[in-house]
């Protein structure tokens, strides 16, 4: 009888699989944490031909664990076979950063996946797929996966910027003496990378402004957001390898998000369609549309908040400040200051920042 509270099985589909990251996140979500106590789940992992001995290794060890929800577990290198009916596909498997390098540098290496990736999903996942891209440079090539998967909404495609979310909840928790869970209303702006704005004008401590919280709003101007900005690169020079396991976390946080209503008041951040950003800025201080003059398909992270069904908004009642405006404009370039290699002609006109 226990069976009959079980809902429909589910598969997930995940790149990268024999990585760091990965290791850290197919527990979680083979153990339930991430879809929940009555959810089964089938795990398609994906490799490559390097990695393919390893991805072995990672099946043996989700077989050996014996977890309840964990009803398949299967591996390949084809992405078009792997991404077969996927409702969740965690784009994560991708070359990394090492100490001294932006994670611009890393486009020309992986944006040829995520083409590729992103016709394969067009071909064979399910027609609603939620991705969530982590490999960086995560915006741009989340840009590239949703250019060449014209049948999937383009509001499916997720740039996480959930790591950068917490890790920004964190500082100002750190700063203010409280528990981080205190700590509310947390947008980042733009992309996952040097350039990305965490928002402290709207986000909130105890209910309350950042701002009335904490009075040393130079220290917020200049220590926090450059903190934030490049938390990531700090932790590759200390550790000699990126982010993993608060990586993992971020994703766990950032599916959770959109698959449980978020809490009344509140939102969260993700790397979404830029189409999207002109209700946002209709509401207030831009009204002509398109702010910038540039091209208005990107991915740019944004304030959402999701009725639990997989699906989001973005949050209207935002408000800004020259501060913001000027760090948020930022966040855009020519596209001619990044795009060196095989990006498609769609991306070389646009202006995906990096
Ligand atoms: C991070 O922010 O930790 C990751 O994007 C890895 C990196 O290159 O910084």
Request: hydrophobic residues 40%; proline residues 5%.
């Given at each position: 009888?226990?069976?009959?509270?079980?809902?429909?099985?589910?598969?997930?589909?995940?790149?990268?699989?024999?990585?760091m990251?990965?290791?850290?996140?197919l527990?979680?979500?083979a153990?339930g944490?991430?879809?929940g106590?009555?959810?089964?789940?089938?795990?398609?992992?994906?490799?490559s031909?390097?990695?393919?001995q390893?991805?072995?290794?990672?099946?043996?060890?989700?077989?050996?664990?014996?977890?309840?929800?964990?009803?398949?577990?299967?591996?390949g290198?084809?992405?078009?076979?792997?991404?077969?009916?996927?409702?969740?596909?965690?784009l994560?498997g991708?070359k990394?950063?090492g100490?001294?390098?932006e994670?611009?540098?890393l486009?020309?290496i992986?944006?040829?996946?995520?083409?590729e990736?992103?016709?394969?999903l067009?071909?064979?996942?399910?027609p609603?797929v939620?991705?969530?891209?982590?490999?960086?440079?995560?915006?741009t090539?989340?840009?590239?996966?949703?250019?060449?998967?014209?049948?999937?909404?383009?509001?499916?495609?997720?740039?996480?910027t959930?790591?950068?979310?917490?890790?920004?909840?964190?500082?100002?928790?750190?700063?203010?003496g409280?528990?981080?869970d205190?700590?509310?209303?947390?947008?980042?702006?733009?992309n996952?990378?040097?350039?990305?704005?965490?928002?402290?004008?709207?986000?909130?401590?105890?209910?309350?402004?950042v701002?009335?919280?904490i009075?040393?709003?130079?220290?917020?101007?200049?220590?926090?957001?450059?903190?934030?900005?490049?938390?990531?690169g700090?932790?590759?020079?200390?550790?000699?390898?990126?982010?993993?396991?608060?990586?993992?976390?971020?994703?766990?946080?950032?599916?959770?998000?959109?698959?449980?209503?978020?809490?009344?008041?509140?939102?969260?951040?993700?790397?979404?369609?830029?189409l999207?950003?002109?209700?946002?800025?209709?509401r207030?201080?831009?009204?002509?549309?398109?702010?910038?003059?540039?091209?208005?398909?990107?991915?740019?992270?944004?304030?959402?908040?999701?009725?639990?069904?997989?699906?989001?908004?973005l949050?209207?009642?935002?408000?800004?400040?020259?501060?913001?405006?000027?760090?948020?404009?930022?966040?855009?370039?020519?596209?001619?200051?990044?795009?060196k290699?095989?990006?498609?002609s769609?991306?070389?006109?646009?202006?995906?920042?990096?």
């Amino acid at each position: 009888e226990e069976t009959k509270s079980w809902k429909k099985l589910i598969n997930i589909a995940v790149s990268g699989a024999a990585g760091m990251i990965s290791n850290h996140l197919l527990f979680k979500i083979a153990s339930g944490e991430v879809f929940g106590p009555n959810q089964p789940v089938a795990l398609k992992l994906l490799g490559s031909e390097r990695s393919i001995q390893a991805l072995e290794g990672v099946a043996m060890e989700l077989e050996d664990s014996l977890f309840p929800l964990l009803r398949e577990v299967s591996i390949g290198i084809n992405p078009y076979e792997v991404f077969q009916d996927a409702e969740w596909v965690l784009l994560i498997g991708a070359k990394p950063r090492g100490p001294g390098m932006e994670r611009a540098d890393l486009l020309d290496i992986n944006g040829q996946i995520f083409a590729e990736q992103g016709k394969a999903l067009n071909a064979s996942a399910s027609p609603n797929v939620k991705v969530i891209v982590v490999g960086n440079p995560c915006n741009t090539n989340a840009l590239i996966c949703m250019k060449n998967a014209p049948n999937i909404p383009a509001k499916n495609f997720h740039a996480l910027t959930r790591l950068d979310e917490n890790r920004a909840k964190c500082q100002l928790a750190l700063k203010a003496g409280v528990f981080y869970d205190q700590v509310s209303n947390m947008t980042i702006w733009g992309n996952h990378s040097t350039t990305q704005v965490p928002d402290f004008l709207n986000a909130r401590i105890k209910g309350l402004p950042v701002k009335e919280v904490i009075k040393d709003h130079k220290w917020l101007e200049e220590e926090f957001t450059e903190k934030v900005q490049k938390r990531g690169g700090v932790l590759i020079k200390k550790w000699g390898r990126s982010s993993a396991a608060s990586t993992a976390v971020s994703i766990v946080d950032a599916i959770r998000s959109l698959i449980t209503p978020t809490p009344e008041g509140d939102w969260f951040s993700s790397g979404v369609n830029n189409l999207l950003k002109l209700v946002v800025y209709s509401r207030s201080v831009y009204t002509n549309g398109n702010p910038y003059g540039i091209a208005e398909d990107i991915v740019f992270s944004m304030p959402c908040r999701s009725k639990g069904d997989g699906d989001y908004e973005l949050v209207k009642d935002v408000i800004f400040d020259d501060y913001l405006l000027k760090r948020i404009k930022k966040v855009y370039m020519p596209v001619s200051f990044w795009c060196k290699g095989d990006c498609s002609s769609e991306i070389r006109e646009g202006f995906q920042g990096l």
